[in-house]
């Protein structure tokens, strides 16, 4: 097998419109799943009656569980209980006409919700206790402690590991193709099938993550920069 270098070339060029799908569904995901993991963690840190069982069953099973388990269970149970719902009501809708990116997108986020919840709650174990008693002590409740001092100092000691998970999501946005949206994975095969040069499309690909990835770890590199300049209480 020879290497077509120039289709490289021709495959990376059409396989860039297909980056802001898979941004947007990584963005969107990490950001829903943001908000999931932070309230299961401060729910398991604070120990809430009932809820707490439940955050920490949502965890295991989901990180015990592979990705693509999820998009198949909620693309089929997501339609089959609208279809139900519309039979049962005689309503004018069905699955199909809802855009299978919205599929993509819960179940990834409920996965990154999993994922990040740990992110979220090692981080907030981290902050000196000290600090949360002298934040009670001179009257902040607690929304204040965790909005003002604890969310801020645990968002700067997990951005190693936030980078981690969105760059996790970014590469496991691939599976997105199984539910028929066109990624940069799956516009790769789309490419490929014209010529069946797929080794060369999968390297246009391949290039593509790398490159985002690159400037993924970059930005992360310059904001644990700039936040360790204001832990040592320096300006910039």
Same mark, same amino acid.
């Given at each position: !097998?020879?290497?077509?270098?120039?289709?490289?070339?021709?495959?990376?060029? *059409?396989?860039l419109?297909?980056?802001?799908?898979?941004?947007?569904?990584?963005?969107?995901?990490?950001?829903?799943?943001?908000?999931? @993991?932070?309230?299961?963690?401060?729910?398991?840190?604070?120990?809430?009656?009932?809820? +707490?069982? &439940?955050?920490? @069953?949502?965890? $295991?099973?989901?990180?015990?569980?592979? !990705?693509?388990?999820?998009? %198949?269970?909620?693309?089929? /149970?997501?339609? !089959?209980?609208?279809? +139900?719902?519309?039979?049962?009501?005689?309503?004018?809708?069905?699955?199909?006409?809802?855009?299978? !990116? /919205?599929?993509?997108?819960?179940?990834?986020?409920?996965?990154?919700?999993?994922?990040?919840?740990?992110? =979220?709650?090692?981080?907030?174990?981290?902050?000196?206790? @000290? *600090?949360?008693?002298?934040?009670?002590s001179?009257?902040?409740?607690?929304?204040? $402690?965790?909005?003002?001092?604890?969310?801020?100092?645990?968002? /700067?000691?997990? %951005?190693?590991? %936030?980078?981690?998970?969105?760059?996790?999501?970014?590469?496991?946005?691939?599976?997105?193709?199984?539910?028929?949206?066109?990624?940069?994975?799956?516009?790769?095969?789309?490419?490929?099938?014209?010529n069946?040069?797929?080794?060369?499309?999968?390297?246009?690909? /391949?290039?593509?993550?790398?490159g985002?990835?690159? =400037?993924?770890?970059?930005? $992360?590199?310059?904001?644990?920069?700039?936040?360790? &300049?204001?832990?040592?209480? @320096?300006?910039?």
């Amino acid at each position: !097998m020879k290497l077509d270098i120039s289709f490289i070339w021709q495959a990376f060029l *059409q396989i860039l419109p297909a980056i802001p799908t898979t941004l947007f569904i990584t963005v969107l995901s990490v950001l829903i799943g943001s908000i999931i @993991g932070t309230f299961t963690a401060i729910v398991r840190i604070y120990n809430v009656p009932l809820l +707490s069982q &439940v955050a920490s @069953g949502y965890v $295991t099973i989901i990180r015990g569980t592979p !990705m693509i388990t999820h998009l %198949l269970i909620i693309y089929y /149970a997501v339609s !089959m209980l609208l279809d +139900s719902f519309s039979k049962q009501y005689h309503l004018d809708f069905n699955s199909s006409s809802i855009p299978m !990116m /919205a599929f993509a997108i819960i179940s990834f986020s409920i996965t990154a919700g999993a994922y990040l919840s740990e992110v =979220v709650r090692a981080g907030i174990l981290s902050i000196d206790r @000290g *600090q949360l008693e002298a934040a009670y002590s001179v009257g902040m409740t607690t929304s204040q $402690t965790l909005r003002r001092i604890v969310f801020p100092q645990a968002f /700067a000691v997990s %951005l190693p590991n %936030l980078s981690n998970t969105f760059i996790g999501m970014l590469h496991g946005s691939t599976l997105a193709f199984i539910v028929s949206v066109v990624d940069i994975n799956a516009k790769a095969q789309i490419v490929a099938s014209t010529n069946w040069k797929f080794f060369e499309a999968y390297i246009a690909a /391949a290039l593509i993550f790398w490159g985002i990835t690159f =400037v993924i770890e970059r930005m $992360t590199g310059l904001l644990e920069k700039r936040f360790s &300049v204001f832990s040592r209480g @320096g300006v910039k």
